[in-house]
């Protein structure tokens, strides 16, 4: 369970606090006490979480590239962080195919650079460096990955994941190995759902903006299997693993961690797609885009037992929920006036409420 005097007054630093689960993360951490000092480009989409919910003025925030290793060490050492997570990344697989040198240099670079200011700036004691589901080797069934599994990736965005586990566990080997240096684990987690994504390409957002301006959605894999998964779900899990880190002399926990649903949201596309259309009194309709489109894994499924076990960390909020949450956050953002940083901090009240008594 996560604790909340751990979190008071802590001082954290984020990568990607601009993004969709960055800014979700940065709002639970202060909500819980937390100082947070948050490093990113500017938030990518129009609108966007970080806007709807103001977190401007509630985090510092440094904007800066996370491949400018000068800016990053300076803001990392001026935080005054113990506890680092890294989730700024160039994250969509189709982009990855547009731009692939960008992809590399964001993720795999970027998290050179990061582990190096971590080096520099003795003060971290555990760092939680977010990959994907989509770091695996693909085995095209929906036997889950366990974390053991071979690295790989077909499209660049998954093999870039794939590469960053590899450099993290090589600067582990190689560089954390010390009584008293950082701890450094990565963080695999599924498809990712909640209020405020409005990224392109992804299927939650692309119907709920369809929806919006009340189009049908177009879907590309209609079979595709995910494991769906709430926001607060695999960040409940990030946190509870920095507090076993933390403080620990290299104790095992800094290694690489799966934090994927259960396996009733391992679902299809089209399932997804059924749930938002009964969420919506049937007004939200789909069509199957039948142009050729690039690769992309049509199974993935995680193994979470390692997690559940040994930090006791469980997925809160079954697939119909997790839409249903998500839609409602939608629904409260079209309305104009909502005051969504207090819509979102309600809704993270009520996860945690859940998470504490399940
Ligand atoms: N959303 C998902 O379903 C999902 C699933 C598994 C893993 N992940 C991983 O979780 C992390 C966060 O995902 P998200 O959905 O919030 O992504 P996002 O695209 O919403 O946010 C990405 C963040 O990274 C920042 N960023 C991008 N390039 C940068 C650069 N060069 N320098 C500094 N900052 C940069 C952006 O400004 C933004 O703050 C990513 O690492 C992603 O790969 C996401």
């Known amino acids: 369970m996560v604790e909340t005097s ?25 909500h819980l006490g937390a100082e947070v000092t948050g490093y990113s480009l500017d938030p990518l989409t129009k609108p966007s979480m970080y806007d709807a919910v103001d977190l401007f003025g509630v985090t510092d925030s440094v904007i800066g590239d996370i491949r400018d290793e000068k800016n990053l060490t300076a803001a990392l050492e001026n935080s005054g962080a113990e506890v680092v ?34 080096r520099k700036v003795h003060n971290v004691k555990a760092a939680i460096m977010v990959t994907s589901d989509k770091c ?23 093999s870039s994941k794939g590469a960053m586990e590899l450099v993290c566990a090589s600067y582990a080997n190689s560089f954390f190995c010390e009584k008293g240096s950082a701890n450094i684990a990565t963080a695999r987690a599924g498809n990712v759902i909640g209020g405020g994504d409005w990224s392109k390409d992804r299927l939650v957002p692309d119907i709920l903006a369809s929806y919006a301006d009340k189009q049908k959605v177009s879907i590309r894999n209609p079979n595709a299997v995910r494991p769906w998964q709430f926001v607060l779900d695999p960040l409940y899990g990030y946190l509870e693993l920095a507090e076993y880190m933390y403080g620990q002399e290299l104790t095992g926990f800094g290694e690489g961690w799966n934090f994927g649903p259960d396996s009733s949201n391992v679902c299809a596309v089209k399932d997804i797609v059924s749930i938002f259309k009964e969420l919506s009194d049937n007004e939200i309709d789909f069509s199957v885009n039948t142009d050729p489109q690039p690769y992309e894994n049509p199974l993935l499924n995680l193994n979470s037992c390692k997690a559940k076990e040994r930090l006791a960390w469980k997925p809160s909020l079954k697939i119909e929920d997790a839409l249903a949450w998500t839609y409602n956050w939608h629904i409260a953002f079209e309305e104009k006036e909502r005051d969504m940083r207090a819509y979102t901090l309600q809704q993270i009240e009520d996860y945690l409420n859940l998470a504490e008594s399940t």
């Open 136 to 158: 695996y080797a693909a085995n095209e069934s929906l036997i889950p990955h366990i974390e053991t599994d071979a690295m790989g990736g077909h499209d660049p965005y998954s």
């Open 85 to 118: 997570f890294h989730l700024a990344a160039q994250s969509l697989v189709r982009e990855s195919y547009v731009n692939p040198v960008e992809t590399y240099s964001t993720n795999v670079m970027g998290t050179v650079h990061l582990l190096e200011a971590v």
């Open 6 to 30: 751990f979190w008071q007054n802590k001082k954290v630093f984020i990568t990607g606090h601009t993004g969709f689960k960055g800014t979700w993360l940065s709002l639970m951490l202060t």
